[in-house]
DNA sequence: AACGCGGGGCG
DNA sequence: CGCCCAGCGTT
């Protein structure tokens, strides 16, 4: 029969990865080291940490009996620190809650520090022989995929669903294999950039494959969008110079050189007044986007030629020649519209 | 330059 | 419960 599980076993056999310096022990010390490694880093950066770590702290009670500083020492490099922390802390629950023997039961393991269901689960599939389900990243993406699971899988609905799937394919028997094979999948085959479908033991029933969606699927973490704020620049224009004023230090563009603000409301040729200005024409150019890590921007440039009264030149505010323009400190956006608009005038 | 990663801590 | 964070590597 072929079976999901009964898929993936028969193609861990000859395409998985059989030589990870974690795939030739079930000591629980080892496989949760290797689990805490691997959660957010990859496995060719984990390996020499791994083999590091192990050297210099062999057994379990030799971590717990280390100072936390050289349990960081041997982590720096790796990030996401807290899982050292954790590491460490979770050795000495072992020795003073488990009289130093890893607990066995799914849910003991999981009350370790740092060790959540998935990571829990597997230790418990790979050293003590259990069959309960994993949901990693990997096989996140293999699930999505395979059975064109629409949603962000963090969301919680769709990681209900996930677990749900994930138990119902469990194999009766050789589960540690099975869930080898599922991350291997993810992490060689099914990779989030460009999957290699022709070669998955899954193609002739991955629903993302027949249907043409695996670049959608799993969906991306919905980003909130971005708040969206516009404003209304004035260019005004005494021959070939341009006014620029100073930014306020605090805020967008603090300190730099940009083009003066219109402000909300206020009339552009009584405003470029206020700034030393006298008038005519009022130009809108084309407006443009420019986006920041927590919003969008709109510009609105108004190009005006000006006659300037001697007070242009006053309060932050100067004449920029088109040859000072490359050494002035602009924002990148202002910089850009400066440079289009110097071609056209 | 943006995204993803598993679990913990917070409101 | 849902939201955000951590730090590095990948894209």
């Not at 999981?110 to 949901?135: E, H």
């Not at 620029?244 to 230090?249: D, F, K, S, T, Y």
């Amino acid at each position: 029969m072929n079976s999901f599980s009964s898929l993936l076993i028969r193609w861990q056999k000859t395409h998985g990865r059989h030589d990870l310096p974690w795939q030739d022990t079930t000591d629980p010390y080892r496989v949760w080291l290797s689990e805490i490694m691997l959660q957010q880093t990859q496995v060719a950066t984990v390996i020499p940490y791994y083999r590091r770590f192990l050297a210099r702290l062999p057994t379990l009670a030799d971590l717990a009996a280390a100072p936390v500083e050289e349990v960081m020492a041997l982590w720096s490099g790796l990030g996401y620190y807290a899982r050292a922390r954790n590491l460490h802390a979770g050795a000495r629950a072992v020795m003073a809650q488990h009289g130093g023997e890893f607990p066995r039961e799914p849910a003991a393991i999981a009350a370790l520090p740092g060790i959540g269901r998935s990571t829990a689960n597997a230790i418990a599939d790979f050293c003590f022989a259990a069959r309960v389900p994993i949901l990693d990243g990997n096989v996140k993406r293999v699930l999505c995929r395979c059975f064109g699971i629409e949603g962000f899988p963090g969301a919680p609905a769709v990681e209900r669903r996930l677990w749900q799937l994930a138990a119902e394919l469990l194999p009766r028997q050789r589960v540690g294999v099975y869930i080898q094979a599922q991350m291997d999948l993810g992490a060689t085959l099914c990779v989030r950039g460009q999957p290699r479908c022709g070669e998955c033991p899954l193609a002739d029933r991955c629903v993302a494959l027949r249907c043409g969606r695996s670049a959608e699927l799993p969906q991306a973490k919905p980003r909130r969008a971005l708040p969206q704020r516009e404003t209304t620049l004035l260019v005004l224009r005494n021959g070939h110079d341009i006014l620029l004023e100073a930014r306020p230090p605090q805020g967008i563009w603090g300190g730099l050189l940009s083009l003066p603000e219109l402000p909300a409301g206020a009339d552009a040729q009584m405003h470029a007044a206020t700034l030393g200005c006298r008038v005519q024409d009022v130009q809108e150019l084309p407006p443009f986007v420019h986006t920041f890590t927590h919003f969008r921007l709109t510009l609105r440039p108004l190009l005006m030629a000006a006659q300037p009264l001697p007070q242009a030149a006053e309060a932050g505010r100067r004449w920029l020649a088109p040859a000072a323009m490359k050494a002035a400190p602009l924002p990148a956006p202002i910089r850009k519209l400066l440079k289009t608009l110097s071609g056209s005038l």
